[in-house]
């Protein structure tokens, strides 16, 4: 059996590592993957620039392109056969709620403040981040635009209470906004979850949730509340977060290959545990 894998985390991504590890003893394993994180832009195409890959390893190939090159040089390049198998694995995409001004200057997409937070981790280290975060928490690229002391957070899952937590540490006063009240804490743990809100209120954290997004404005994000008030939350930074399903790859795959299986973020976003046990699944099920 011949099976192709792929992800959006990288060729030297430990969990790529473990499911090819796992999958070894059912035939030819062929690792074509980004030789870097490529994440939330799984199904995009290089088209401007040079496309190379390296054998780093027998059978472990690094593209300089993105998840969907990889499985086009994968199939239709590198193996000289089409694979019997094609596990994806590129994640999910960063999701943003449908408000009037979006674009306002005070959002801060979280890919950029991910990006830019991920960039100074190459050169120093999280101990000099926690510290120099107490002091200034940059909100792009230009290095005067910083994340202002009234935050509000759209999106009350995982992502976004993480993100309240890291923020009130850092002295933000914050708010979280969630329209759906059943996602409000989504996949945090349920001891974690209950000791955070408690936390939460201590800090002054404050949650809106069932509440209608009606408009960002430069003042702050406009709202109207379960009970039916309508609020201005004063906000110098608004951070929308969360993430969609990235099953553009999959689709694309379906029926060019005799089995084709999607796992992790890009079937169903959600945390590392339930993640592996997916891989794990599917590695029985091959």
């Not at 689709?251 to 339930?274: H, N, Q, R, S, T």
Request: proline content about 7%; hydrophobic content about 40%; aromatic content about 8%.
């Amino acid at each position: 059996m011949l099976i192709l894998l792929t992800n959006d985390d990288g060729i030297h991504s430990s969990g790529l590592q473990a499911l090819a590890d796992r999958l070894q003893s059912l035939g030819r394993i062929v690792v074509v993957a980004p030789d870097r994180e490529r994440s939330a832009i799984g199904h995009a195409l290089t088209l401007h620039a040079p496309l190379r890959a390296e054998e780093i390893l027998a059978d472990r190939w690094a593209v300089s392109g993105t998840p969907t090159d990889a499985v086009n040089l994968g199939i239709h390049g590198i193996l000289k056969e089409k694979p019997d198998t094609v596990v994806v694995a590129v994640g999910a995409v960063p999701g943003y709620p449908d408000v009037p001004g979006l674009d306002s200057p005070n959002v801060i997409q979280s890919t950029t403040l991910y990006n830019l937070l991920k960039f100074v981790l190459r050169f120093f280290s999280p101990a000099f981040l926690n510290w120099i975060s107490k002091f200034m928490v940059p909100a792009g690229w230009n290095p005067f635009k910083t994340v202002g002391k009234r935050v509000v957070i759209i999106g009350g899952a995982i992502h976004g209470c993480q993100l309240g937590e890291y923020m009130a540490k850092r002295g933000r006063q914050v708010t979280i906004v969630e329209p759906d009240e059943e996602n409000v804490g989504r996949l945090l743990a349920p001891e974690y979850k209950n000791r955070l809100f408690i936390w939460f209120k201590q800090k002054g954290v404050v949650m809106y949730s069932g509440a209608k997004l009606v408009e960002i404005n430069k003042q702050g994000l406009k709202i109207i509340t379960k009970e039916g008030e309508e609020k201005l939350l004063p906000a110098d930074s608004i951070l929308p977060v969360g993430f969609f399903s990235n099953p553009d790859l999959y689709k694309e795959l379906k029926g060019k290959v005799p089995e084709l299986y999607a796992i992790g973020d890009c079937d169903d976003p959600a945390i590392l545990p339930d993640a592996t046990g997916s891989g794990w699944r599917i590695a029985n099920q091959i």
